[in-house]
């Protein structure tokens, strides 16, 4: 190998590159990527992408870490995988970008208030206390989730709706109380909280 290959090599091989290998979900393909753009071009949101994922992939291997993991890119993705059928490559991009939002997020360098973010935040922590969603909990949850006064003006724009879901017995104001919950609750917290001191040990963020 030449001197001018060595280098391309070293300078390919950053450690961002190595982390995202190391600590993202299948981030292990990113080096495949070949930047056709399909992946952008077959996006249904691609117009609305800060950073397409051809574009994340290759400041990926440039070593932008601060600029991929701060991006709201990842949370764009609806998972239509549209992206991994027209790869020509078959790269797993959905599992990428997902794994990528994962990570920033838990290094809590993801954009704050990104509404993606904020809403898959609200259903995990609703669905892990009893193993099922309580979409009235849920509901009121992001209502508020700006505060209360203008949690009461979404609440007061959506009164129709709520009573037209009383009226055919789809909600019922005595689950904020309880709602439906699981069998074995407390099994299924544990199952979670062992899952996430696997996940961190693995990522190496233990």
């Not at 397409?52 to 991929?68: C, L, T």
């Not at 890119?73 to 078959?90: D, F, L």
């Not at 005595?174 to 439906?180: K, L, N, P, Y």
């Amino acid at each position: 190998m030449s001197d001018l290959n060595t280098q391309a090599v070293a300078r390919y091989k950053n450690n961002f590159l190595k982390e995202v290998e190391e600590r993202v979900e299948d981030g292990h393909w990113v080096k495949m990527c070949m930047q056709c753009g399909v992946c952008a071009g077959s996006c249904p949101l691609g117009p609305a992408w800060q950073h397409s994922p051809q574009k994340i992939f290759m400041m990926i291997r440039a070593g932008k870490r601060e600029e991929v993991l701060s991006s709201d890119s990842m949370w764009m993705c609806t998972s239509c995988y549209n992206c991994i059928v027209r790869c020509p490559r078959k790269l797993p991009i959905t599992h990428i970008m997902h794994g990528l939002a994962n990570y920033a997020h838990r290094l809590d360098m993801a954009p704050k208030g990104q509404p993606t973010r904020e809403i898959a935040r609200l259903f995990w922590n609703n669905l892990v206390k009893t193993g099922r969603v309580n979409e009235l909990k849920f509901s009121l949850a992001m209502y508020f989730k700006d505060g209360v006064v203008q949690g009461v003006k979404n609440a007061m724009a959506m009164q129709g709706i709520g009573l037209g879901l009383m009226k055919a017995k789809r909600l019922n104001p005595m689950e904020i109380v309880g709602g439906h919950t699981c069998k074995g609750k407390a099994d299924i917290q544990k199952i979670v909280a062992k899952a996430r001191e696997i996940e961190d040990r693995r990522r190496g963020l233990a």
